[in-house]
């Protein structure tokens, strides 16, 4: 098992930036391939961004490609998600979730652990 926490979330204006941060602890980091996906009111929680074990294929929903980045530090059992240029539509919780398949998926049943979430206001 491993257990998921997330920060750095907080109220920003559009055209700002936030980095995310999602720290893991239990069984090897490492060895889970990891997600973000935000979940707005009202609304079905969505893909952002999925990076592979070692970090060498990532992928992101059309709506944050080229404004947001993923990333992991395997020695450090975290996971990032860098935003900039936010749009107020950006506006969510952020969640991290882990998943024990290889690869990355965008279908959020194919992860197994959740965190609880990190809310990001992006003001107009």
């Known amino acids: 098992q491993v257990q998921l926490v997330e920060s750095g979330g907080g109220l920003v204006q559009a055209g700002g930036s936030l980095r995310l941060s999602c720290a893991a602890s239990g069984r090897t980091f490492s060895t889970y391939t990891m997600g973000w996906f935000r979940q707005a009111p009202g609304k079905e929680r969505d893909f952002v961004a999925g990076i592979s074990r070692d970090a060498y294929s990532t992928g992101y929903a059309d709506s944050v490609k080229g404004r947001f980045t993923i990333s992991r530090d395997n020695a450090k059992n975290t996971l990032y998600l860098q935003m900039n240029s936010l749009k107020p539509e950006d506006t969510a919780v952020y969640y991290c979730?882990?998943?024990?398949?290889?690869?990355?998926?965008?279908?959020?049943?194919?992860?197994?652990?959740w965190g609880q979430g990190t809310q990001v206001t992006v003001s107009s």
């Open positions: 979730a882990a998943s024990t398949l290889y690869g990355w998926y965008t279908n959020s049943a194919r992860y197994n652990y």
